[in-house]
């Protein structure tokens, strides 16, 4: 082997060049806000029981945010993306109508 091939020269062919690494972009997905509507039939510790079982709240947190809604009329059970908050919404809904409560829960974006 010449010298100029095994240096790399113009017969061996090993050019130079940069290498660049691209990340793709990735959008973070949008929030939903989980609420919870304060009507004047269901009882307190249902809506405590509900948050506790489908928002994993302590029983204390679950109290605040009971008490948030029963005086302001809404409240915020949690942040989820689209589908986790829908699915919430919907489990929470059945849950009050086996129930035979009228509670209600809705989600919109953040």
């Known amino acids: 082997m010449s010298d100029d091939k095994r240096r790399g020269g113009e017969d061996g062919g090993a050019g130079t060049g940069v290498i660049t690494k691209t990340k ?6 949008s929030l939903y806000k989980v609420l919870l509507l304060n009507d004047d ?7 405590v029981h509900v948050l506790e079982r489908f928002f994993s709240k302590g029983r ?12 302001h009329g809404v409240g915020i059970c949690g942040l989820y993306t ?5 699915t919430k919404v919907t489990q929470v809904m059945d849950f009050a109508q086996q129930h035979q ?4 829960c809705t989600m919109e974006r953040e």
Request: aromatic letters at 8%.
């Open 101 to 104: 409560h009228p509670l209600q």
């Open 24 to 29: 793709p972009k990735t959008k973070k997905p």
């Open 82 to 86: 689209y589908e986790v908050a829908e």
């Open 60 to 71: 204390d947190e679950a109290t605040v945010i009971m008490l948030h809604v029963h005086q």
């Open 41 to 47: 039939y269901t009882p307190m510790e249902f809506v």
